[in-house]
Nanobody
C-alpha cells in the first residue's frame, strides 16, 4: 500500500532553515509528481510546492518562492523540501501529497515551528 512518511520538522528561529523529507513506498515513485502542502492552525491546507517525475519542473506558492526548494531522489524514493529564511508565518504542519489513479494520499505530517 502507498505510504508517505515525513520527517525533518522542528523548532527553528526566524531566518533559520530546515530540510524536510518524505520517504515513499508502495507505488512506482519515479512515475508520479509529488507535492508538499502545509496547514497552519485555524487555516485551510495550502499547496506549497510541486515537482514533476524527473524533477525537471517545479512550482511554488508565491509566499515561499525564492525561499523554499523542492527536489527528489528517485533512487531513494524520497522528496525533499529545503526551507530557508523561515518566518513565523511558515509555522504549520507540512504534508507530503500524492495523487494516484484518482485517489489522494497524504503523509502524517511533520510540524515546523518558527519562533524566537
Amino acid at each position: 500500500q502507498v505510504q508517505l512518511v515525513e520527517s525533518g520538522g522542528g523548532l527553528v528561529q526566524p531566518g533559520g532553515s530546515l530540510r524536510l523529507s518524505c520517504a515513499a513506498s508502495g507505488f512506482p515513485f519515479s512515475s508520479y509528481a509529488l507535492s508538499w502542502y502545509r496547514q497552519a492552525p485555524g487555516k485551510e491546507r495550502e499547496l506549497v510546492a510541486t515537482i514533476t517525475t524527473t524533477g525537471s519542473s517545479t512550482n511554488y506558492a508565491a509566499s515561499v518562492k525564492g525561499r523554499f526548494t523542492i527536489s527528489r531522489d528517485n533512487a531513494k524514493k524520497t522528496v525533499y523540501l529545503q526551507t530557508n529564511s523561515l518566518k513565523p508565518e511558515d509555522t504549520a504542519v507540512y504534508y507530503c501529497y500524492l495523487k494516484r489513479q484518482t485517489r489522494d494520499y497524504w503523509g502524517q505530517g511533520t510540524q515546523v515551528t518558527v519562533s524566537s
